[in-house]
């Protein structure tokens, strides 16, 4: 269960990076990174983890991740703006 989530969470940074950037993503240009990876990054000032799950998935989870921000799935744009370009934000909604 938990590689299916860092894969949705990567998933849906990329395709949001890419949809900011214009362009259009493919499942092979897709980066890869494992749970241990992400856990090495929990902490550090340019990572920003955002949950954009829908209100009554996100109030029905008994799991959430701790320091997430909430977003709203439709206004990535917005939220990318909102952080410097090296920040990464890591979206999910598992």
């Not at 890869?32 to 000032?45: F, I, Q, S, V």
């Not at 829908?54 to 990318?80: C, F, H, M, Y």
Request: proline share 4%.
């Amino acid at each position: 269960m938990k590689k299916n989530f860092i894969r949705i969470v990567l998933v849906a940074a990329y395709v949001a990076m890419a949809t900011l950037m214009g362009q259009t993503a493919t499942a092979a240009d897709i980066p890869r990174m494992t749970k241990e990876d992400l856990k090495a990054k929990l902490g550090t000032p340019h990572l920003v983890i955002v949950d954009v799950r829908v209100g009554t998935d996100w109030k029905a989870s008994e799991v959430k991740v701790k320091g997430a921000v909430r977003g709203d799935p439709q206004n990535i744009v917005s939220l990318a703006k909102q952080h410097p370009k090296d920040t990464t934000l890591v979206l999910y909604c598992a």
